[in-house]
């Protein structure tokens, strides 16, 4: 493997921000290709947080600054990977149900996704099923990711897939739903494609959606 | 500027005792031994005590309080435990504070089996090995009492076993004077030589009056030893209150404390500056079931009682903890010794023992000790206490944030979040990830670890010479036993 991509998935591992978009310009310099720089540089270095994660050595705030590495690199690569025609992992919407002002979990979920390649476009939080509607239709995100902490609020999400199935877009989107109360019960119960019981799994998940 | 935001760190403690009411248990311990006196059943040591000013009556000791006061004065405030190497490991004054295990119980529960089942000598090795490896267990003492060597010299080949599988300082006990002399010769031999073992002693001996208000004739012929030898010494009550003590927590700490300054006073006469480690067991019995109790609240509240009188003193203080009248690690185990734990920091015991303990103190069980060493751990972290200063105000943190944001991903956090406590047993995941990893309790994830330190653990092995020493003082005692 090339020197720059080893170095790039240490300085992901490690969670440098501050270096990893001049080592993804050195790449380029170097002429690396940039779903190679992608592929054998910066995924590698997401994939091992995520394994160290699970096994308990690595914490939130590392894997956040983890992601907030590769997501510093990507901003360099990602208009060439478009330009090349190359498709990145994919577009998620996410935004936390109408009624419901609780959107750290929504916040995490979205960083780690973004750490995983995806582009996130968040829409905040208490949003009403016809914004999400809308920005399905706006985005075409492969993903639409739905967050409730209130067992009051987590009625919306039902209301929201009722919504996009009145609209017929239902299926143009894999649905993931997380938060507290939510199950996988609850998941299956209101025709959800996903349930993540926390923002490691949820980027997982969203992987798996995403082949 | 003048900071009005700093404030010194302050260690987290309890306190149940005015200094007016330590000044009356004071008083009244005097009271009974210059009123009652105690009984000292070795005329060497009653002749001793009456040279220096003591009232002696047949076997009967009353003594006057400047001799008391003495004694408190004359005894070492710190005492100094090292490990096998003869680095310094527990530092036994203040509030400092270090767990260990307890000795002696005729039973153990099988770390396989789960079953009860009497004690050998294999689950002294086990012990040790465990607490070797156990970060927040400092000192050992052998647990279970070996019933398959030879009766009469059990406590030598215990004392063997905890010297070949921990490094960490041991608290060890001996059946009379003769086995003492063999366990020191023993200790000599780890830490060549008696100067070397006197100036830095990895082992101290648990011993015990007997209440109400007794020093027999074991407990006063170890007591002279070690004093001659100038070596440390456990000398703790092991009273119960309602029937050894009088069922009030305020009289069973007077006689309790007379019961440990008389003790001091005889070490201390033998030899001045011997190192006395005090305070110690006031149990209870229960008056429904006739049994003593190792985890009723009026036992914490007299244990914390006369730790803080040993404060009072300045001088070291031997603690309970982690102790449980359960029969099997269980929800009661757990939650008794938990309590314990906690309170025996915050009452700022310096050698806490007993950790492991069930049954009332007559079966040891390995899952306890594992579990309490979690509890150990977050226990320090609570005593820790909270550091105020402008960093961990972190005003500027707050102002970056601000409403409606979130710390996780702020620099702040990555630069503080390690020095919060992270469990190793202690179940933090989510449902599913519990489910999907076998749905362990806290019992699995102790059963578990502690298979895992029996047939993993190496301790630092002694040398070949010095083994042979100690089998060679076993042997001597085995021929003097035929």
Known sequence: MSD?????????IEGDFASTPEMAETALEEGLGPDEILNKGLMPGMDHVGVEFKAGNMFVPEVLRSARSMQAAMDIIRPLLAETGIEPAGKIVIGTVKGDLHDIGKNLVGMMCEGAGFEIIDLG?????????????????????????????????????????????????????GGAPVTQAFSDQIGADGYAANAASASDIAKKFTP | ?????????????????????????????????????VDVLVPGVRDMLQKAGCWVDGGRVRIPPNLIEWAIRAAPSRVVLCNQDGNPAMELEGRKGYYGTGSDTP???????????????????????????????????????????????????????????????????????????AIVEMAEAVAGGPEALQRSPFMALYSEPISPLSHAKESCEKLLFLAEKGLPVVYTPGMMIGATAPVTIAGALVQANAEALSGLLITQL???????????????????????????????????????????????IFSFSGCSDAKVFDQQASAEGAIWMMLTALGGGNLIHDVGYIESGLTASYQQIVAMNEVAALVKRFMGGIEINDENIALEAIDRVGPGGNFVGDEHTFQHFRRNWVPELFDRSSREEWEVNGELTLGDNAAKKVRQVFENHQAKPVDESVSEALEAVIQKAEERNK
Not at chain 2, 282 to 308: H, N, Q, R, V
């Open chain 1, 4 to 12: 720059i991509l080893s170095k790039l998935s240490t300085a992901i």
């Open chain 1, 125 to 177: 939080k208490d949003i009403e099923p016809d914004a999400f509607v809308e920005a399905v239709k706006e985005h075409s995100p492969k993903i639409l990711g739905m967050s409730a902490l209130l067992t009051t609020t987590m009625r919306a999400m039902e209301q929201t897939i009722r919504a996009l199935e009145e609209t017929g877009i239902r299926d143009s989107v894999k649905i993931m739903i």
């Open chain 2, 1 to 37: 500027m003048i900071n009005s935001k700093f404030t010194a760190q302050v260690t987290p403690g309890i306190q149940l005792l005015s200094d007016d009411q330590k000044g009356g248990i004071h008083s009244a311990t005097l009271e009974v031994l210059r009123r009652t006196g």
């Open chain 2, 107 to 181: 039973f153990v529960i099988d770390a396989y089996t789960g079953q009860r089942r009497k004690a050998v000598l294999e689950d002294v090795a086990n012990v040790a090995k465990l607490v070797d490896a156990l970060e927040h267990i400092d000192f050992l003492m052998c647990m279970g009492i070996a019933s398959d060597v030879t009766e009469s010299i059990s406590d030598l080949y215990h004392f063997r076993e905890m010297v070949h599988n921990t490094s960490k300082p041991i608290i060890y006990t001996a059946w009379d004077r003769a086995n003492l002399e």
């Open chain 2, 270 to 316: 033998a030899r001045e500056g011997t190192p006395v480690i005090g305070a110690g067991g006031i149990l209870f019995m229960d008056m429904a079931k006739g049994a003593i109790s190792y985890a009723a609240p009026e036992f914490m509240l007299a244990m914390t009682a006369f730790s803080e009188m040993y404060h009072y003193y300045k001088l070291p």
